[in-house]
Structure formats: structure tokens, C-alpha cells
């Protein structure tokens, strides 16, 4: 399906086109890069309310600043389809965030205009004040620095972190807070409270007004009506509002709050502030999903919808003859509640995720258990240890990538300390079309070398269950990871009676000759699958489902080594310091001279595309460890075909 954009933002390839434009058109570019942008992800997918609610931000930054030169610096980046749309990759759009096609995100390889790569939040004000601190240490003098960072973000320590920096660094740049009370889900915290002060405040907004409309019509000069403003929004901030005393104590010159779906407003504003020196502050209040009103109207669904009629506004869902199995998140979702119905002492803990871990059916019935601690996931992980040392049994659920962020938290605050924190790692594995950002590729490593971790992966939804269960009765009183992919998994009727499972214990799921298939969580459905296509070639693999990374099944795997002279192992992290390299730790220890192939995902970032065909290119699908029992049994296979 051709979609083609409007009239003016078919001649828009870069933001030179953009300036070329009267003022008075930008109205109509924004209209025209929100229906593109609508167009697209209606047919292609994405995300989407983000995007929408900056389409007149994007417009005037380019329109006023000298990008790629102006450095523009985008928080997270799902909002960043204006941006790229504007600065040349408009024809290429329709492959956003498919296989081979373009990022999701903003990236540095793939634009010049990208200044920085992103995906996870927080990131944009320490990287801008990097960017701004080398400006001035070049004499870059003319080049301007910006950060665009939503309210959401700012609830992260990271950006307070950049902006307590910023305001002593007496660098020139400009930190933009995109305020719209909008994560993926709605923004929780003190702050997001300061802030609808702030805009909700009606007697500085009205002495603010009349101030600058004073100004305007005092016959002096811009330079006096520029100190004359400054000092005189300074006495009205601390006279009849605490407004700005946040990022005011922090050095940052504060303005706003204004509209930021004025384009022309938002041009003027950008412009005076380019031509004012040091750290500053613009506070703008946006809308989600601004301009297509089923996205406004609910802006978590919206977030990134999938296909949907833009017409009519109903998202399209795959029609199956079948029933199917549920996502894993939601059996975490729907077990919880189960086991705090039964143990009093289960808490939930999830950082500014409670859609996309389905915490939020416990936050919804138990919401004195249930918590949305905004994007903070060192919090969240030390918040969790601070419960456990009073007896209580966590379930803090963290995306495997995110988890990355809260790596010394894990380490100091629970390891340590021997705290039962149970770490529930939702998007495990490769991810699919958020690529490289998202891809939880390293957990199983990053967790094996702490002391007193128990790792641990589900095959399918009765075992996590069975691992959920067996995590809050913790009799090893030491922290567990329970770790998962995204999406479906493989068990229409999951809700299974659940069972305690001794720690540290796999399972033998068949027995074979010759060759054996070690398979650590969902990857064992792949390599089912595969054990059922090698029956045509005469070949009988052995299958265990390792269950533990840690502590490692030793008996089982006494077992496989002696059982079998060859050993597959296949895992859905990677292969440097996975459950693979622990197999053959543990083989060394004891002298097995088997020969081994591991499967897994390569040393090298792996990029976008849907989970089935990343699972493809790294060679542990179904086909893929077929091929490899194949080929270290070419030799059978030989002779049995000689033999005929």
C-alpha cells in the first residue's frame, strides 16, 4: 500500500527545505507530519501518541535551530518520528522498526541528525550537557545544544543527576520538558504533582502574562526588556508561586509553562532562547496522541497500538480459529494475585511498567500491595531489598534490559545482604522491533558471576507458575531471578495447579541416543520442535530442560556427559557468560571431554525485526538447532545412508 505524504511535506528532505518555508505554512506542516505519521503507523505499527505530541515541537526546533549542527538530543526516542520524517528519512518511513529497515529510535549510524542513540529514558540531558561541555571546550561558540525530556523521564535520578551538572557547568544549552503526564502509563511521583502545580497555577500564570504584555508595550529596547523580563519573572516566581524553585535551585533558568502545540509560539519562544547564554529550561505542555482523538482519549493504548483503521480508530487484532496461549506477562500478572490472595506478605514492585509487566491487575485489586515506583529502577531494586528486610516477599518485575540499570543496587543492596528479593525479568531474550536497546541479551550473564543469585527460566507457563510459587516460599532465603520472554507462550490451558520445584533441579524430558539437547527456558519449545523434525533423518536426540543457570543441576548434567559423547545447549541470552559457558565450566571441573556446540545469541549487537526472525539469524530456532544436531551427527548420517 503506497502512502504518500502532503503537498508541502513531500518537498520537505531535510530541515533546509523545512526553513525555506513563511512562518505562516508551519501550520500546515504540522498537520501534514501528523497525518503521515498516522498513516504509516496505522499500516506498519509503532509507536504512536508519543510522536503526535510533539509534531509542532519537532517543526520549530528544526525550523529555528541549524541541525544537524545544533545538536538535538531526544530522550528515549519513541517520540522521534517527527524528527526523522524531517530530516530525510521521510520515503523510508513505512520500514520503521521492521527487519533491515529503519530504527525505532534515534541512531547514530543511521543519521547524522541522530546525535545520540537512545531507548531507554533518562539518557538526553547528560549526553546534551556532554555535547555542550565539548562545544565550549572547541570554541564552538555558535553551536547549540538541546535536550528534549519528557515529565516521565524526569522522574529518573539520571536526569537529575545531568541537570544538577548542567546548572554549574556554564555550558549553553537548552533542556526542554515535554510535559504531558504520560510514560507509558501515567506518570506517578511527587513530581508529577510540582509539575501540574506549575501549570495549573493560576496566579502566576495570569502576573506572568501581564508582565511580558507590559514589556511589549514599553517604548525601550530588547536589551532592556530582556533584563527588565528576567528580573522581573525572577521576583514574580518567588512572590506568588514556588514554580520554578525546583530547577531555579538548581541554576537552570526557568520558562514557561506554554503551549507547545502553538507552532508559532513555539518558534518565537525557541528563537529568543537561542540567543540567551547558559542552562536553561523550557517547560511546555503537550497532549499524547494530540490530534487523533482515540489516542488522546486513552493514551496508554496508543502508546504503540499496532496496526489499527485510522478511520474508525479500532486496533486490529489477529483473528484465530484456535484458542491461544496467553502472553507470559500476563500469567505473571494473574499469578501474583493468586499467591498474595493466599501469603499476605507478597508485594508487587514494577519501575513506571505496569502495563507491560501486568502488574496492573494487582495494582488494580490489591493497590496497598501493588506499586508503579515511575522509571527509577535503582529504586525500585533497593526499595525492594528495603521490604525483604522486613520480612516481606517482593516480586520485583523489570524488563531484562532495564535491569541493567539497577546492576549495583542488585550487587550492594540484595546480593550482598543476602536479601530474597525475587527478580521477576520480563522481555527476556530478543525482543523483536525495538532491537538492540531492548533485547534482554545479557541478564543470565551479568547475574551467574554475583554470589547468592539464583537464576532461573521458565520452559513454558505451568513452570513459572511452579518457579513463582517456589520463589515465595524461598527456603534458600536468598535473592531469585525468574526470568521470561516477551509474548506468547505455549499453553492454551495454563493455569495449572502450581508445585514447589527444589532449587537448582532440571528436568529430563526425554531420552535419546548419541547426542543430547541441553535447552534453558522457552528455547526448549524450539528444541521440542526440532527433536520432532530429526525423527525423518533417524536421529534421536536426548532433551533436558536445565531450568537453573544457577545453581547448575550437577546430577543431570553428570548424567548427560556420560550418557551422551556430544551436547547441544541452547539459551535465549548470550553465549559469553551464559548457561552454555557455565555447562562447560562445569564439564572442565570434572574432566567431561564431550564435544559441545552452543547456541545462542552472538557477541554483536543484533538489530530489529520480529522475535521469529532474530531467532532466525542467530541460529537458535527450531531449524537452526536441527541443522546443528545435523551436523555434529554427519558422521551417523553418513554411514547409516551408506548402509542404506
Same mark, same amino acid.
Given at each position: 500500500?503506497?502512502?504518500?505524504?502532503?503537498?508541502?511535506?513531500?518537498?520537505?528532505?531535510?530541515?533546509?527545505?523545512?526553513?525555506?518555508?513563511?512562518?505562516?505554512?508551519?501550520?500546515?506542516?504540522?498537520?501534514?507530519?501528523?497525518?503521515?505519521?498516522?498513516?504509516?503507523?496505522?499500516?506498519?505499527?509503532?509507536?504512536?501518541?508519543?510522536?503526535?505530541?510533539?509534531?509542532?515541537?519537532?517543526?520549530? %526546533?528544526? *525550523?529555528?535551530?541549524?541541525?544537524?549542527?545544533?545538536?538535538?538530543?531526544?530522550?528515549?526516542?519513541?517520540?522521534?518520528?517527527?524528527?526523522?520524517?524531517?530530516?530525510?528519512?521521510?520515503?523510508?518511513?513505512?520500514?520503521? #522498526?521492521?527487519?533491515?529497515?529503519?530504527?525505532?529510535?534515534?541512531?547514530?549510524?543511521?543519521?547524522? *541528525?541522530?546525535?545520540?542513540?537512545?531507548?531507554?529514558?533518562?539518557?538526553?540531558?547528560?549526553?546534551?550537557?556532554?555535547?555542550?561541555?565539548?562545544?565550549?571546550?572547541?570554541?564552538?561558540?555558535?553551536?547549540?545544544?538541546?535536550?528534549?525530556?519528557?515529565?516521565?523521564?524526569?522522574?529518573?535520578?539520571?536526569?537529575?543527576?545531568?541537570?544538577?551538572?548542567?546548572?554549574?557547568?556554564?555550558?549553553?544549552?537548552?533542556?526542554?520538558?515535554?510535559?504531558?503526564?504520560?510514560?507509558?502509563?501515567?506518570?506517578?511521583?511527587?513530581?508529577?504533582?510540582?509539575?501540574?502545580?506549575?501549570?495549573?497555577?493560576?496566579?502566576?500564570?495570569?502576573?506572568?502574562?501581564?508582565?511580558?504584555?507590559?514589556?511589549?508595550?514599553?517604548?525601550?529596547?530588547?536589551?532592556?526588556?530582556?533584563?527588565?523580563?528576567?528580573?522581573?519573572?525572577?521576583?514574580?516566581? !518567588?512572590?506568588?508561586?514556588?514554580?520554578?524553585?525546583?530547577?531555579?535551585?538548581?541554576?537552570? @533558568?526557568?520558562?514557561?509553562?506554554?503551549?507547545?502545540?502553538?507552532?508559532?509560539? %513555539?518558534?518565537?519562544?525557541?528563537?529568543?532562547?537561542?540567543?540567551?547564554?547558559?542552562?536553561?529550561?523550557?517547560?511546555?505542555?503537550?497532549?499524547?496522541?494530540?490530534?487523533?482523538?482515540?489516542?488522546?482519549?486513552?493514551?496508554?493504548?496508543?502508546?504503540?497500538?499496532? %496496526?489499527?483503521?485510522?478511520?474508525?480508530?479500532?486496533?486490529?487484532?489477529?483473528? *484465530?480459529?484456535?484458542?491461544?496461549?496467553?502472553?507470559?506477562?500476563?500469567?505473571?500478572?494473574?499469578?501474583?494475585?493468586?499467591?498474595?490472595?493466599?501469603?499476605?506478605?507478597?508485594?508487587?514492585?514494577?519501575? $513506571?511498567?505496569?502495563?507491560?509487566?501486568?502488574?496492573?491487575?494487582?495494582?488494580?485489586?490489591?493497590?496497598?500491595?501493588?506499586?508503579?515506583?515511575?522509571?527509577?529502577?535503582?529504586?525500585?531494586?533497593?526499595?525492594?531489598?528495603?521490604?525483604?528486610?522486613?520480612?516481606?516477599?517482593?516480586?520485583?518485575?523489570?524488563?531484562?534490559?532495564?535491569?541493567?540499570?539497577?546492576?549495583?543496587?542488585?550487587?550492594?543492596?540484595?546480593?550482598?545482604?543476602?536479601?530474597?528479593?525475587?527478580?521477576?525479568?520480563?522481555? $527476556?531474550?530478543?525482543?523483536?522491533?525495538?532491537?538492540?536497546?531492548?533485547?534482554?541479551?545479557?541478564?543470565?550473564?551479568?547475574?551467574?558471576?554475583?554470589?547468592?543469585?539464583?537464576?532461573?527460566?521458565?520452559?513454558?507457563?505451568?513452570?513459572?507458575?511452579?518457579?513463582?510459587?517456589?520463589?515465595?516460599?524461598?527456603?534458600?532465603?536468598?535473592?531469585?531471578?525468574?526470568?521470561?520472554? #516477551?509474548?506468547?507462550?505455549?499453553?492454551?490451558?495454563?493455569?495449572?495447579?502450581?508445585?514447589?520445584?527444589?532449587?537448582?533441579?532440571?528436568?529430563?524430558?526425554?531420552? !535419546?541416543?548419541?547426542?543430547?539437547?541441553?535447552?534453558?527456558?522457552?528455547?526448549?519449545?524450539?528444541?521440542?520442535? $526440532?527433536? @520432532?523434525?530429526?525423527?525423518?533423518?533417524?536421529?534421536?536426540?536426548?532433551?533436558?530442560?536445565?531450568?537453573?543457570?544457577?545453581?547448575?543441576?550437577?546430577?543431570?548434567?553428570?548424567?548427560?556427559?556420560?550418557?551422551?559423547?556430544?551436547?547441544?545447549?541452547?539459551?535465549?541470552?548470550?553465549?559469553?557468560?551464559?548457561?552454555?559457558?557455565?555447562?562447560?565450566?562445569?564439564?572442565?571441573?570434572?574432566?567431561?571431554?564431550?564435544?559441545?556446540?552452543?547456541?545462542?545469541?552472538?557477541?554483536?549487537?543484533?538489530?530489529?525485526?520480529?522475535?521469529?526472525?532474530?531467532?532466525?539469524?542467530?541460529?537458535?530456532?527450531?531449524?537452526?538447532?536441527?541443522?546443528?544436531?545435523?551436523?555434529?551427527?554427519?558422521?551417523?548420517?553418513?554411514?547409516?545412508?551408506?548402509?542404506?
Amino acid at each position: 500500500m503506497e502512502i504518500n505524504p502532503g503537498t508541502l511535506l513531500k518537498t520537505i528532505d531535510s530541515p533546509d527545505d523545512l526553513k525555506k518555508l513563511p512562518r505562516e505554512k508551519l501550520h500546515q506542516v504540522c498537520d501534514e507530519l501528523r497525518q503521515y505519521i498516522t498513516d504509516v503507523v496505522s499500516v506498519h505499527g509503532g509507536h504512536f501518541g508519543a510522536s503526535l505530541g510533539v509534531v509542532e515541537l519537532t517543526t520549530a %526546533l528544526h *525550523y529555528v535551530y541549524n541541525t544537524p549542527y545544533d545538536q538535538l538530543v531526544w530522550d528515549v526516542g519513541h517520540q522521534a518520528y517527527g524528527h526523522k520524517i524531517l530530516t530525510g528519512r521521510r520515503d523510508n518511513f513505512p520500514t520503521n #522498526r521492521k527487519y533491515h529497515g529503519l530504527s525505532g529510535f534515534p541512531k547514530r549510524s543511521e543519521s547524522e *541528525y541522530d546525535t545520540f542513540g537512545v531507548g531507554h529514558s533518562s539518557t538526553s540531558i547528560s549526553a546534551a550537557l556532554g555535547m555542550a561541555m565539548a562545544a565550549k571546550y572547541k570554541g564552538e561558540t555558535d553551536r547549540k545544544v538541546v535536550a528534549v525530556i519528557g515529565d516521565g523521564a524526569m522522574t529518573a535520578g539520571l536526569a537529575f543527576e545531568g541537570m544538577n551538572h548542567a546548572g554549574v557547568a556554564d555550558t549553553d544549552m537548552l533542556i526542554i520538558l515535554n510535559d504531558n503526564c504520560m510514560g507509558i502509563d501515567p506518570n506517578v511521583g511527587a513530581l508529577k504533582e510540582y509539575l501540574t502545580d506549575i501549570t495549573t497555577s493560576p496566579t502566576y500564570n495570569k502576573v506572568k502574562d501581564d508582565v511580558w504584555k507590559l514589556l511589549g508595550k514599553l517604548p525601550v529596547g530588547k536589551s532592556f526588556s530582556r533584563a527588565m523580563a528576567h528580573k522581573l519573572t525572577d521576583g514574580l516566581k !518567588g512572590m506568588v508561586s514556588s514554580s520554578a524553585n525546583l530547577f531555579e535551585a538548581l541554576k537552570l @533558568r526557568y520558562f514557561g509553562p506554554i503551549d507547545g502545540h502553538n507552532v508559532a509560539k %513555539l518558534v518565537d519562544t525557541l528563537k529568543d532562547l537561542r540567543n540567551i547564554p547558559g542552562p536553561k529550561i523550557l517547560h511546555i505542555i503537550t497532549v499524547k496522541g494530540k490530534g487523533y482523538a482515540p489516542a488522546e482519549k486513552d493514551q496508554t493504548v496508543w502508546h504503540a497500538p499496532g %496496526l489499527f483503521d485510522k478511520i474508525t480508530g479500532e486496533i486490529k487484532k489477529k483473528v *484465530y480459529d484456535l484458542p491461544q496461549p496467553p502472553k507470559y506477562q500476563d500469567v505473571f500478572g494473574h499469578t501474583i494475585i493468586e499467591l498474595a490472595e493466599k501469603n499476605e506478605k507478597i508485594f508487587g514492585i514494577t519501575p $513506571a511498567m505496569p502495563s507491560g509487566s501486568s502488574l496492573k491487575y494487582m495494582m488494580a485489586k490489591m493497590p496497598d500491595r501493588a506499586f508503579d515506583v515511575g522509571i527509577a529502577e535503582q529504586h525500585a531494586v533497593t526499595v525492594s531489598a528495603g521490604m525483604a528486610t522486613q520480612g516481606l516477599k517482593v516480586f520485583c518485575n523489570i524488563y531484562s534490559s532495564f535491569m541493567q540499570r539497577a546492576y549495583d543496587q542488585v550487587v550492594h543492596d540484595v546480593a550482598i545482604q543476602k536479601l530474597p528479593v525475587i527478580f521477576c525479568l520480563d522481555r $527476556a531474550g530478543l525482543v523483536g522491533d525495538d532491537g538492540p536497546t531492548h533485547h534482554g541479551c545479557y541478564d543470565i550473564a551479568y547475574f551467574r558471576c554475583i554470589p547468592n543469585m539464583i537464576i532461573s527460566s521458565p520452559m513454558n507457563e505451568g513452570e513459572l507458575r511452579n518457579l513463582m510459587y517456589t520463589a515465595q516460599l524461598n527456603t534458600t532465603l536468598l535473592p531469585i531471578v525468574i526470568r521470561y520472554p #516477551r509474548g506468547e507462550g505455549v499453553m492454551v490451558d495454563w493455569k495449572t495447579e502450581m508445585k514447589e520445584i527444589k532449587i537448582g533441579t532440571g528436568r529430563k524430558l526425554k531420552t !535419546g541416543k548419541d547426542i543430547a539437547i541441553l535447552s534453558f527456558g522457552h528455547p526448549g519449545n524450539f528444541a521440542a520442535a $526440532a527433536i @520432532r523434525e530429526l525423527k525423518n533423518d533417524g536421529l534421536n536426540p536426548g532433551h533436558y530442560d536445565m531450568r537453573f543457570a544457577k545453581p547448575l543441576d550437577e546430577n543431570l548434567l553428570h548424567e548427560a556427559c556420560q550418557q551422551y559423547k556430544k551436547l547441544i545447549t541452547v539459551e535465549d541470552g548470550s553465549i559469553e557468560g551464559g548457561i552454555g559457558s557455565a555447562i562447560l565450566e562445569f564439564m572442565a571441573l570434572h574432566g567431561y571431554k564431550n564435544d559441545v556446540k552452543i547456541l545462542g545469541i552472538p557477541d554483536r549487537l543484533v538489530e530489529h525485526g520480529t522475535p521469529k526472525e532474530l531467532h532466525k539469524e542467530c541460529g537458535y530456532d527450531a531449524e537452526a538447532i536441527a541443522d546443528a544436531v545435523r551436523e555434529m551427527m554427519k558422521e551417523k548420517i553418513a554411514v547409516t545412508q551408506l548402509l542404506g
